[in-house]
T-cell receptor, first 116, second 109 residues
């Protein structure tokens, strides 16, 4: 149980284009979903928190107009990187918090974004 | 602000050589301490949640313990497949996780 999927697993895009990453909780309902970014050999950096049906809350320093988050249902959240630039290249990981186990987060497999 | 410090940064073990990883934390109102395993190029895999001092959890060769200031992840008789980065995280009142930098464990056959 507690499986989270992400799609795509990797994507290459050209500078200036937008990319959408999907995060789905497959076998549970997620009250809250989180989006993280991870640079090589570094730990996870929280970008934003999203609750179903409400606006995402962004961490300090994260541009909300660049990283658009939509939490359309209790099983789906999307992250859109708008007008991507090479510095946006990174490993993006989502996690989901289940209704039942209040503080545990289950992570997706991650999406490797490369902007050329 | 919640703080999590993991040590050592890297640990090289011979197969069968037991060892422990440390996670020290400062948090206002601990709601849970979590251990995850992360393999290269993958998302973290949930291992354990510990909620209160004195609590212990076990899974195969791994055992996690918790005190009021730190947590230990004990690896007993490790195998090469236990090689990974082990992440410790804490959650306080807002459900967010604060992660440590991780300990990279390499187990040689």
């Amino acid at each position: 149980g507690a499986v989270v999927s992400q799609h795509p697993s990797w994507v290459i895009c050209k500078s200036g284009t937008s990319v959408k990453i999907e995060c789905r909780s497959l076998d549970f309902q997620a009250t809250t979903m989180f989006w993280y970014r991870q640079f090589p050999k570094q730990s996870l950096m929280l970008m934003a928190t999203s609750n179903e049906g409400s606006k995402a809350t962004y961490e300090q320093g994260v541009e909300k107009d660049k990283f658009l988050i939509n939490h359309a249902s209790l099983t789906l959240s999307t992250l859109t990187v708008t007008s991507a630039h090479p510095e946006d290249s990174s490993f993006y990981i989502c996690s989901a918090r289940a209704l039942v186990k209040r503080y545990e987060q289950y992570f997706g497999p991650g999406t490797r974004l490369t902007v050329t | 602000e919640d703080q999590v410090t993991q040590s050592p940064e890297a640990l090289r073990l011979q197969e069968g050589e037991s060892s422990s990883l440390n996670c020290s934390y400062t948090v206002s109102g601990l709601r849970g301490l979590f251990w995850y395993r992360q393999d290269p190029g993958k998302g973290p895999e949930f291992l354990f949640t510990l909620y209160s001092a004195g609590e212990e959890k076990e899974k195969e060769r791994l055992k996690a313990t918790l005190t009021k200031k730190e947590s230990f992840l004990h690896i007993t008789a490790p195998k090469p497949e236990d090689s990974a980065t082990y992440l410790c995280a804490v959650s306080s009142n807002d459900y967010k996780l604060s992660f440590g930098a991780g300990t990279t464990v390499t187990v040689r056959a």
